[in-house]
């Protein structure tokens, strides 16, 4: 449970507040229980943040060599996420768990529907689609470990 002393009006008040569940909330404002349903959110310190990367000139090697690299430099591990307009993908805002996933490829959703369900620092975090298309490729499963920056999910246009 936390609380929260706010001013509305210049008038104190102290609430109370209890997650019941992913979207569910009990608060106790001046005596009086009320449940309360979180429908949407638009917190800001949760957007997704992209570091910039300036890649640096090199010079070509040897072709021998090319084909070692280009084998060297192919992903391995679960599957690689395709690169693409950082808009058309759902990545992870912090390392955790992924609890549930609530879509499958090639649903159609809108900006704000929940696509996924993630555990991080023992808060359950439910994560929207950043805006309206078909979902085209799912990287994780429930139960997998991600990492911040992580591309989870992946958009495409409507047909």
Do not use: W
Request: charged share 20%; net charge negative.
């Amino acid at each position: 449970m936390r609380r929260y002393t706010i001013t509305v009006n210049d008038n104190p008040f102290v609430v109370d507040v209890e997650a019941a569940g992913a979207n569910l909330f009990r608060v106790q404002l001046d005596g009086r229980l009320i449940d309360v349903t979180l429908e949407d959110h638009r917190d800001l310190a949760h957007s997704p943040i992209t570091p910039a990367l300036t890649p640096r000139a090199e010079t070509a090697p040897p072709a021998a060599t090319q084909t070692a690299t280009a084998a060297a430099a192919a992903p391995s591990g679960p599957a690689a996420a395709p690169s693409g307009p950082v808009k058309d993908k759902l990545t992870a805002p912090m390392p955790g768990v992924v609890l549930a996933i609530e879509t499958t490829v090639g649903t159609q959703v809108k900006r704000g529907d929940p696509v996924l369900s993630l555990e991080a620092m023992k808060m359950v975090n439910q994560l929207r689609a950043p805006r309206d298309g078909v979902v085209a490729e799912i990287y994780v499963g429930a139960g997998d470990q991600v990492r911040y920056g992580e591309t989870l999910v992946r958009f495409e246009d409507a047909s």
